[in-house]
């Protein structure tokens, strides 16, 4: 779940939220006074949000058929029964509950009525949904939209719009029942197939899904009159006389009675943005062809980067070579078209998964204003998009941690040489590629470690602050712990 999301909660939920994430990573018992510091609340207000969340939990298991269990007992603290599929369930029952986000997928749904008729439906006052609209707007400020207060409708460009709507349905939604009630699922899903059928295509089950919902948003728009604008010169980027009369493109659009030329344009253009289209070599060769023929500046500046990205950083193995290119090539796409656009396709956010090495941001930073030096195009001056797409590619072929400092990983356990050999090798292999480690026994003075892992339950054993305390045959739960200390230490890093 993106985290940006959570701060639309009202403050008792986020708690809840908070309470979660803390018991989630204990497999052990953990005592109301250690959930307390971690809350930075009072031991009486940790009991109070614990009592509403073993309410909400046991809903939760009523409406959606789960078992979650929440124990707590007096003297041994808080323990939470629940695996990782179903935390997320959990969350986000959490999240449809909250009066916030009700009105916000009311909005996006195009269920809402005026404010007054909606505080009257909902059995809420004017002045509470006001104050949700007041929340929403904060967050909804970044991406230069904003809800107006009195008819409910979000006011901003069109673009960005379609593509909030999808970011925040899609993080809400994407595991339950089909969210657009105007819109027939079945209807759509025969098209995404139709369109595996005519070009070979096969799409995984998520794929299709997304593609369903920005379709059925786009319907949903273009059905209430917000039409797409400005976008008059993307007919430069696709043969768009020629497929406006493709007798598949026909077919689509007389099913869906989609007769304005800029809606059409529009989810043209955004299929191309879609990675997994170039699956089909079909599809593939009509769109590069028409680049290359008419030398757009997303071809150039693409051709660019595929050598001069291999130049400056590491050769991209020769099996995913097509893959690298078409991924560019999306990405250049998608800047040149929704420059305004601060949302990834994917809803995808690079930057919340793990610290980033400064250098390496810096260093990408640096090659985006070398290529604005090699070729005349506004795609080199969305920075932040751009470093968020290609830091995607560092993730993929592991190459992140070659830029990160080195952080010393002082062993201390109490285990027999080969046992303790073994413990290291297990947790550099878990580590390698993620985090740049020197692991090393802590009987080595000659540097001091950054973080010190030891099986001794005392830690005042220890004069380092860095103390992480795992079970000696390393449960997954242990790998956790270790890598958000190693993180604590790399943002503690990144701040100096």
């Known amino acids: 779940m993106n985290k940006k999301i959570y701060s639309l909660l009202g403050k008792n939920n986020r708690k809840h939220?908070?309470?979660?994430?803390?018991?989630?990573?204990?497999?052990?018992w953990i005592t109301i006074e250690k959930v307390s510091e971690q809350l930075k609340i009072s031991s009486r207000s940790t009991q109070?949000?614990?009592?509403h969340l073993k309410i909400i939990i046991d809903n939760c298991n009523q409406d959606r058929d789960l078992t979650i269990?929440?124990?707590?007992?007096?003297?041994k603290g808080l323990k939470l029964d629940i695996n990782d599929f179903t935390t997320e369930i959990l969350k986000t029952y959490i999240l449809q509950e909250d009066e916030n986000i009700k009105l916000l997928l009311d909005i996006c749904t195009r269920?809402?009525?005026?404010?007054?008729?909606?505080?009257e439906d909902n059995r809420l006052s004017s002045?509470?949904?006001?104050?949700?609209?007041?929340r929403i707007n904060s967050l909804l400020k970044q991406h230069k939209l904003r809800i107006s207060t009195n008819d409910l409708l979000i006011i901003g460009e069109e673009k960005r719009i379609r593509f909030y709507i999808y970011f925040f349905l899609w993080e809400i939604t994407k595991n339950e029942e089909w969210p657009f009630d105007y819109v027939d699922e079945n209807k759509i899903y025969q098209s995404i197939e139709q369109i595996e059928i005519d070009h070979a295509i096969v799409y995984s089950n998520i794929q299709k899904k997304r593609i369903a919902y920005f379709i059925a948003i786009c319907l949903i728009r273009s059905r209430k009159n917000f039409n797409i604008k400005n976008i008059d010169d993307w007919d430069s980027y696709l043969n768009f006389s020629a497929l406006k009369n493709d007798k598949e493109i026909a077919r689509e659009k007389k099913k869906y009675q989609l007769f304005n030329e800029n809606e059409l344009l529009f989810l043209l253009v955004v299929i191309q943005m879609n990675f997994g289209m170039y699956q089909s070599s079909k599809i593939k060769s009509r769109i590069l062809n028409y680049h290359r023929k008419y030398e757009t500046d997303i071809y150039r500046a693409t051709n660019i980067v595929f050598k001069e990205f291999q130049k400056a950083f590491f050769s991209i193995p020769k099996e995913y070579i097509e893959s690298f290119y078409n991924f560019i090539f999306c990405t250049h796409l998608q800047i040149a078209t929704l420059s305004d656009v601060l949302i990834d396709f994917d809803s995808y956010d690079v930057l919340e998964t793990r610290p980033i090495p400064n250098e390496l941001i810096c260093k990408i930073h640096s090659f985006i204003e070398k290529m604005r030096g090699l070729i005349s195009s506004n795609i080199f001056y969305m920075n932040d998009l751009l470093i968020r797409r290609y830091l995607l590619i560092f993730l993929f072929f592991e190459r992140c941690a070659t830029y990160q400092p080195q952080i010393t990983l002082g062993i201390d356990c109490d285990m027999p040489f080969f046992i303790k050999e073994l413990f290291k090798k297990k947790i550099a292999r878990h580590f390698e590629g993620i985090y740049n480690l020197n692991i090393v026994e802590t009987k080595i003075k000659s540097k001091k470690s950054s973080l010190i892992v030891t099986d001794l339950m005392e830690k005042n054993s220890f004069q380092e602050n860095n103390i992480c305390i795992v079970d000696y045959s390393l449960k997954s739960n242990d790998y956790l712990m270790i890598?958000?200390?190693i993180e604590k230490v790399l943002r503690k890093n990144n701040r100096k």
């Open 17 to 28: 939220i908070s309470i979660i994430e803390i018991l989630q990573n204990e497999e052990n």
């Open 48 to 51: 109070r949000y614990i009592h």
């Open 69 to 75: 269990q929440l124990h707590y007992e007096k003297f």
């Open 111 to 119: 269920k809402s009525k005026i404010l007054s008729k909606y505080a």
């Open 127 to 134: 002045y509470a949904v006001r104050s949700s609209v007041l």
């Open 483 to 485: 890598g958000k200390e």
